[in-house]
């Protein structure tokens, strides 16, 4: 999908060597949104967010998706070297970005929870859509220790990035299947996919440490996040079960919970408008 008049991309060189592409639209002084994508072969800034990006900076900010090491056109990483945590610490230094408010799909939520437990100072508002919270209760690892239903189909993508498997891929993050798992867009995300290799291997390979990223969050420190929080989740999730987000509410103080229905793992794509309209009436008056 090719970038809109309003958006643009850049590639930044962080301290630790990594070199990070990223998306941006709005004005340079307006207040900060970073937008953290999930995991999944094909998975960018850009393919989580396009939808978003624009109509949040037309809000009045200036917003940022960032390629998280190991996706997109950021450089690869091994799993078990990854950090997205400090990585998004680089990033924001480097930008110089005191604090921002965080938005975060799954490992995007991930990361923005943990950001939150570890440095409070830092950002100015949460927002999770499906958040992964890792191994234990409330995870998408059941009580027999198995990954979920989407998981499966995730790895399964990530070993094998065809056509067919990306169509398995979209069918399960979504619950509108025909509107969604279109051949134009499961052939643009397996070639998306099948062009960074080196991607591809670094997850599969790193299944054994816990894939997608190494570092758990500590939920012993979630009910110290004091920034007001708003948790997204879909009724339909079959990749991450919505009790996660019902935990995080109950542990969070300054949170609130919207669960939409007919609406799988992927919110702002489904509901693209009503997720916008949550977000922005969200970060203007809270």
Known sequence: MALSKESASHDLALPSGLRL?????????????VLLHGSGPGATGWSNFSGNIGKIAAAGFRVLAPDMPG?????????????HDATLVE??????????ALVGNSMGGHTAVRFATLHPG?????VTMGASLGRGPASF?????GPSEGLKVI?????????????ALVEIMTYDK??????ELTRARSEAALARPDHLKNYVQGL???APIPVKVDRDKIPGIQAPTLLIHGKDDRVLHYETSLWLLANIPDSRLVLLNRCGHWAMIEHAAEFNRLVIDFLIHN
């Not at 790895?155 to 990306?166: K, L, T």
């Not at 025909?178 to 051949?183: D, K, Q």
């Open 21 to 33: 592409r990223y998306y941006e639209a709005g004005e340079a002084g307006a207040p900060p949104v």
């Open 71 to 83: 996706w997109g056109d950021s450089d690869a990483q091994a799993t078990e070297e990854m950090d």
């Open 91 to 100: 990033f924001l230094d480097a930008l110089g970005l005191e604090k921002a």
């Open 122 to 126: 830092r950002l100015t508002h949460l």
């Open 141 to 145: 690892f059941g009580p027999g220790d």
């Open 155 to 167: 790895v399964r993508a990530y070993r094998d990035a065809s056509p067919e498997n990306m169509r």
């Open 178 to 183: 025909e509107r969604f798992a279109t051949p």
């Open 208 to 210: 054994a440490h816990g």
